[in-house]
């Protein structure tokens, strides 16, 4: 189990700003990705995600709902931050900005994790078929 999790961990870490500790501990947090149906349930259970409720009619979002992993959400929030420094033209970088101008950094931050988080749990779920086809 740790020959694969440190093959995993290897893979994750070929995204900017995932390091090796920090993939370690996205791995021992995440176990197994099956678990989770797809990339929204995923943010849901790192908390990444903003609160709704509805009243007549209206839907109303509010602050992140700060469910489930602690641990997760603020490797996520550590990870984005050094992503940005990093990679000036990524995707995930240009869509912090763009909404750090409208919305300011924190809800940029959380946003951009949640964008981050959703990259690394489509590369574990590729990597986990990938296994089992071959």
């Known amino acids: 189990m740790l020959a694969q999790g ?12 995932i390091g090796y500790y920090s993939a ?9 990705i099956n678990r989770f149906p797809d990339s929204h349930h995923l943010c849901s259970y ?4 903003p609160s709704t409720h509805s009243s007549g009619g209206l839907t109303y979002h ?8 602690k641990y997760l959400r603020w490797i996520m929030l550590e ?3 050094a992503h940005v420094r990093n990679e ?10 763009r909404i ?12 951009a994790a949640a964008k981050l988080l959703k990259v690394v749990y489509w ?5 986990r078929v990938y296994e089992r086809l071959g």
Do not use: W
């Open 6 to 17: 440190d093959e995993m961990a290897k893979l994750l870490m070929t995204v900017p700003g």
């Open 24 to 32: 370690v501990l996205i791995i021992s947090e995440l176990g197994d």
């Open 46 to 49: 790192a908390g990444l995600i």
């Open 62 to 69: 509010g602050s992140i709902t700060k469910t489930g992993s």
């Open 79 to 81: 990870s984005l931050h």
């Open 88 to 97: 000036k033209n990524s995707n995930i970088a240009q869509f912090y900005h």
């Open 100 to 111: 750090s101008k409208k919305k300011g950094n924190s809800k940029a931050a959380v946003a």
């Open 123 to 127: 590369i574990m779920k590729e990597r």
